[in-house]
């Protein structure tokens, strides 16, 4: 069974779905972590991907295909939580495609307003050595630019500086709109006000998905 977690970039798709990995034991699967991971090993998809990735650009269909088409395949009896996947409407066909009309379950997305989306983008600073990510403001760490968990060095994405954010938001709203319209002809989306604090949104999240997969 998929799950799918939409959200435009900063809406707190990320932290959301580690909860629900967390808390509920559902498989979690972020294409945006799956991409980085590739850039950091410097694989050939990470070298496709580094530039598209670095500008907020769309990275190509078929590269993400690939990579969903294997975390599918390889858990095929767990509920998949889908972070950042599909994020066009060809993505949404390519899914169906590759799973019966039924498999996608349900889809939540989470809407957040653009000015807040910029504030926590831009403030946002991740751990380069476990992922973590933390908030100048919203969510400082305890020692400043040094990770809770791990002590490693935290730095800001190259696409959550000022100008790639921007341009991620318009891409979002440009591709993912159709996304979302081909979704809601299924009867599958249920929206989640993404503007409140953490623990309010995922209470929210939880308990839509649970009555969503019961
Ligand atoms: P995210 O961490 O989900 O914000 O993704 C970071 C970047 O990875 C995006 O700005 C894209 O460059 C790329 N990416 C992640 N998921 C997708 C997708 N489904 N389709 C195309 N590009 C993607």
Redo the contacts with the bound molecule.
């Keep these: 069974m998929i799950v799918i977690v939409m959200g435009a ?1 900063g809406a707190g ?2 932290t959301q779905t580690d909860l629900l990995a967390r808390n509920i034991g559902l498989r979690k699967f ?4 799956a ?2 991971r590739h850039v950091k090993a410097g694989t050939k998809i990470g070298e496709q ?1 580094k530039e ?2 670095a500008a ?4 190509p ?1 078929a590269i ?1 295909m690939e990579l969903v088409k294997e975390e599918l395949e390889a858990h095929k009896k767990d509920v998949v939580v889908l ?6 409407l060809n ?1 949404a066909k390519l899914l169906q495609e590759l799973r019966d009309q039924k498999a996608v379950r349900a889809v939540f997305f989470i809407q957040v307003d653009r000015a807040e989306l910029i504030k926590r983008l831009t403030g946002r600073r991740t751990c380069e050595k476990c992922g973590s990510t933390f908030h100048v403001d919203q969510s400082p760490p305890r020692s400043a630019d040094v990770c809770d968990h791990c002590q490693g060095r935290l730095v800001q994405r190259p ?1 959550d500086q000022i100008a790639s954010a921007n341009h ?1 938001l318009t ?1 979002f709203d440009k591709e993912t709109s159709p996304t979302v319209e081909y979704y809601e002809a299924l009867g599958l989306v249920r929206y989640v006000d993404g503007n409140k604090g953490v623990d309010v949104v995922y209470q929210e999240l939880e308990s839509k998905l649970k009555e969503s997969i019961s």
């Design positions: 970039p798709k990320g972020s294409t945006g972590d991409l980085r991907a598209l990735m907020g650009n769309l990275v269909d993400l972070d950042g996947f599909p994020r066009t993505q696409d991620r891409v």
